[in-house]
Protein backbone atom coordinates (compact mmCIF):
# COMPACT_ATOMS: atom_id res chain seq x y z
CA UNK A 1 0.00 0.00 0.00
CA UNK A 2 2.56 2.13 0.99
CA UNK A 3 4.68 1.96 -2.62
CA UNK A 4 1.30 2.68 -4.53
CA UNK A 5 0.52 5.69 -2.45
CA UNK A 6 4.50 6.96 -3.25
CA UNK A 7 4.00 6.23 -7.07
CA UNK A 8 0.87 8.05 -6.91
CA UNK A 9 2.31 10.83 -5.29
CA UNK A 10 5.26 11.12 -7.98
CA UNK A 11 2.97 10.86 -10.45
CA UNK A 12 0.59 13.63 -9.22
CA UNK A 13 3.82 15.77 -8.99
CA UNK A 14 4.93 14.96 -12.24
CA UNK A 15 1.16 16.15 -13.45
CA UNK A 16 0.91 19.43 -11.50
CA UNK A 17 4.57 20.74 -11.98
CA UNK A 18 3.77 20.81 -15.65
CA UNK A 19 0.43 23.13 -15.07
CA UNK A 20 2.38 25.50 -12.60
CA UNK A 21 3.91 27.52 -15.34
CA UNK A 22 1.37 28.19 -17.84
CA UNK A 23 -0.57 29.12 -14.09
CA UNK A 24 2.00 31.42 -13.58
CA UNK A 25 2.08 32.92 -16.65
CA UNK A 26 -1.60 33.60 -17.22
CA UNK A 27 -1.31 35.98 -13.84
CA UNK A 28 1.15 37.83 -14.91
CA UNK A 29 -0.41 40.43 -17.41
CA UNK A 30 -0.13 43.16 -14.42
CA UNK A 31 2.71 43.54 -12.46
CA UNK A 32 2.38 41.02 -8.93
CA UNK A 33 4.75 40.40 -6.74
CA UNK A 34 5.34 37.06 -4.98
CA UNK A 35 2.78 36.85 -1.98
CA UNK A 36 0.03 38.40 -4.68
CA UNK A 37 0.61 35.44 -6.85
CA UNK A 38 0.56 32.54 -4.58
CA UNK A 39 -3.19 34.70 -3.16
CA UNK A 40 -4.19 35.00 -6.71
CA UNK A 41 -3.47 31.39 -7.67
CA UNK A 42 -5.10 30.01 -4.74
CA UNK A 43 -8.43 32.23 -5.12
CA UNK A 44 -8.53 30.55 -8.25
CA UNK A 45 -7.89 26.97 -6.82
CA UNK A 46 -4.49 26.72 -7.84
CA UNK A 47 -2.56 26.00 -4.19
CA UNK A 48 1.55 26.73 -4.50
CA UNK A 49 4.19 26.82 -2.18
CA UNK A 50 6.31 30.01 -2.00
CA UNK A 51 9.18 27.51 -1.89
CA UNK A 52 8.19 26.39 -5.26
CA UNK A 53 6.91 29.72 -6.71
CA UNK A 54 10.08 31.93 -6.06
CA UNK A 55 12.50 29.31 -7.61
CA UNK A 56 9.95 29.52 -10.96
CA UNK A 57 9.46 33.10 -10.96
CA UNK A 58 13.22 33.36 -11.69
CA UNK A 59 13.68 30.59 -13.96
CA UNK A 60 11.25 32.22 -16.07
CA UNK A 61 13.02 35.43 -15.81
CA UNK A 62 16.23 34.02 -16.76
CA UNK A 63 14.22 32.59 -19.78
CA UNK A 64 12.97 36.00 -20.72
CA UNK A 65 9.13 35.23 -20.08
CA UNK A 66 8.94 37.68 -17.01
CA UNK A 67 11.05 40.88 -16.38
CA UNK A 68 11.13 42.32 -12.40
CA UNK A 69 11.31 45.17 -10.66
CA UNK A 70 11.98 46.25 -7.50
CA UNK A 71 8.99 48.65 -5.65
CA UNK A 72 11.06 50.41 -2.41
CA UNK A 73 8.77 52.74 -1.68
CA UNK A 74 6.53 51.01 0.62
CA UNK A 75 6.61 49.78 4.38
CA UNK A 76 8.51 46.97 2.42
CA UNK A 77 11.06 46.41 -0.60
CA UNK A 78 8.89 44.37 -3.43
CA UNK A 79 10.13 42.60 -6.53
CA UNK A 80 7.09 43.02 -8.81
CA UNK A 81 7.14 40.44 -11.94
CA UNK A 82 5.44 40.76 -15.38
CA UNK A 83 5.14 38.84 -18.39
CA UNK A 84 7.45 40.47 -21.21
CA UNK A 85 6.20 40.34 -25.02
CA UNK A 86 7.82 37.56 -25.53
CA UNK A 87 6.83 35.63 -22.38
CA UNK A 88 2.98 37.07 -23.84
CA UNK A 89 3.67 34.97 -26.93
CA UNK A 90 4.57 31.81 -25.27
CA UNK A 91 2.01 32.03 -23.14
CA UNK A 92 -0.83 32.60 -26.05
CA UNK A 93 0.79 29.56 -27.67
CA UNK A 94 1.10 27.86 -24.43
CA UNK A 95 -2.90 28.31 -23.88
CA UNK A 96 -3.91 27.14 -27.05
CA UNK A 97 -1.99 23.91 -26.65
CA UNK A 98 -3.30 23.50 -23.09
CA UNK A 99 -6.97 24.00 -24.67
CA UNK A 100 -6.65 21.59 -27.30
CA UNK A 101 -4.51 18.83 -24.89
CA UNK A 102 -7.76 19.77 -22.20
CA UNK A 103 -10.33 18.73 -25.05
CA UNK A 104 -9.03 16.04 -26.08
CA UNK A 105 -8.06 14.12 -22.31
CA UNK A 106 -12.04 15.46 -21.65
CA UNK A 107 -13.07 13.09 -24.52
CA UNK A 108 -10.96 10.65 -23.55
CA UNK A 109 -11.73 10.66 -20.06
CA UNK A 110 -15.13 11.44 -21.02
CA UNK A 111 -15.62 7.69 -22.62
CA UNK A 112 -14.75 6.02 -19.46
CA UNK A 113 -18.25 7.03 -18.18
CA UNK A 114 -20.42 5.99 -21.65
Do not use: H
Not at 10 to 15: K, N, S
Not at 94 to 113: D, F, I, N, P, V
Request: proline share 4%.
Amino acid sequence: MGEEKDLLSTLLLELRRGTLTISVLSQMNQPKYGYALVQSLEEKGVAIDPNTLYPLLRRLESQGLLESKWETGGAKPRKYYQRTEYGTQIYEQMKKYWQTLSAGMERLLGEEEV
